[in-house]
């Protein structure tokens, strides 16, 4: 039996870049990761505002966001209480533990979810351009993966 493979993940840095990938992926689904630590650089009520907006201009636009927490479990688990969706966490200490059991128990937990290829708009000139070609790569490379029975 074969699975679908992941959708394409693209690492936004800010509502821009965001808008950029949802244009360019016209109505394909995209999975949208912050950057590595975004939510202790710019805090989880950034990035609920802008899922928010995102959700309020491409209301039908299917996404998956992911906010990147870093090494700290505490911002971590403020994104949970403030329920802006799936995340990820490095480390592995007892806080760490607690706080991906947590998530597991939620469905927030967001490691796994895209593949090893992603598009980290950070530098690009022309986002847009950068997620089109990086979307196109994919769908022509887009590998089937095979599931287990």
């Known amino acids: 039996m074969s ?20 244009k360019a992926a016209q109505g394909r689904d995209i999975i949208l990761r912050s950057p590595s630590g975004a939510a202790a ?17 491409f209301p039908d636009a299917p996404f998956t966001a992911i906010l990147d927490c870093g090494d700290c479990p505490g911002w971590a688990m403020a994104a949970l209480r403030a329920e802006a969706g799936l995340i ?3 480390g592995d200490g007892p806080a760490h533990r607690a706080v991906r059991e947590a998530a597991e128990q939620k469905e927030a937990w967001g490691e796994g979810r895209w593949g090893y290829d992603s598009l980290d708009l950070l530098g690009a000139h022309d986002p847009g351009l950068s997620c089109r070609e990086f979307l196109q790569r994919s769908r022509e490379e887009q590998p089937v993966r095979q599931g287990g029975s």
Do not use: F, N, S
């Open 41 to 57: 650089l710019h805090g989880v009520e950034w990035w609920k505002r802008l899922l928010d907006r995102l959700r309020r201009d």
């Open 3 to 22: 699975t679908p493979a992941l959708p394409p993940c693209i690492i936004i840095h800010g509502l821009d870049h965001a808008r950029a990938a949802l």
């Open 88 to 90: 990820v966490l490095t």
